[in-house]
């Protein structure tokens, strides 16, 4: 559903000079979205919009896309290079690293804010993650398994 919604959100600002939190909610809702103004807050988070002047004087939210590297390009080269293999049992995801290599992982995942882990204990070549709940769990391998196959 989140993914949905931001595609909505993306097609929306696209379409439609939207300069404010309110706007772009209501026209979500009349999209047939239920959202909340916190939803709407999050998702301008996570999609890392911002504001731009536009032809008629107003802002608007646009995608920014930065072509110079940024840090979470970092954390995800370094989850790539140490990721060798998870596995889970209900809400714990077991992450096996390159020997050594645990720690790194383990912070890169950290400041990768995925919002359903609540934390990470990392050894030598194994970290185990708290998950939030077992569907966040698989979630969060799906995640993952993009992020390195990329």
């Known amino acids: 559903m989140k993914l949905e919604r931001h595609s909505k959100i993306v097609e929306l600002i696209g379409k439609y000079e939207i300069e404010t939190q309110e706007e772009l909610a209501q026209k979500l809702q009349e999209s047939g979205y ?3 103004q916190a939803t709407v807050s999050r998702d301008i988070r ?7 002047p ?3 004087g107003r802002q608007r939210y646009v995608v920014m896309q930065n072509p110079t590297t940024t840090f979470s390009d ?3 080269r370094i989850l790539k290079d140490g990721y060798v293999s998870m ?3 209900q809400n714990i995801l077991v992450i096996k690293t390159v020997s050594g290599m645990a720690m790194a992982v383990a912070a890169a995942l950290d400041a990768i804010h995925f919002h359903e882990i609540v934390g990470c204990i990392a050894g030598d070549d194994t970290i185990m993650c708290a998950v939030r709940s077992v569907d966040d769990t698989i979630l969060v391998m799906d995640k993952i398994k993009k992020l390195v196959a990329e």
Do not use: F, P
């Not at 996570?46 to 731009?52: A, G, Q």
């Open 87 to 89: 596995d889970m049992a």
């Open 34 to 36: 239920r959202v909340t």
């Open 46 to 52: 996570e999609l890392r919009l911002t504001k731009v």
């Open 74 to 76: 970092k954390y995800i």
């Open 54 to 56: 536009s032809e008629s």
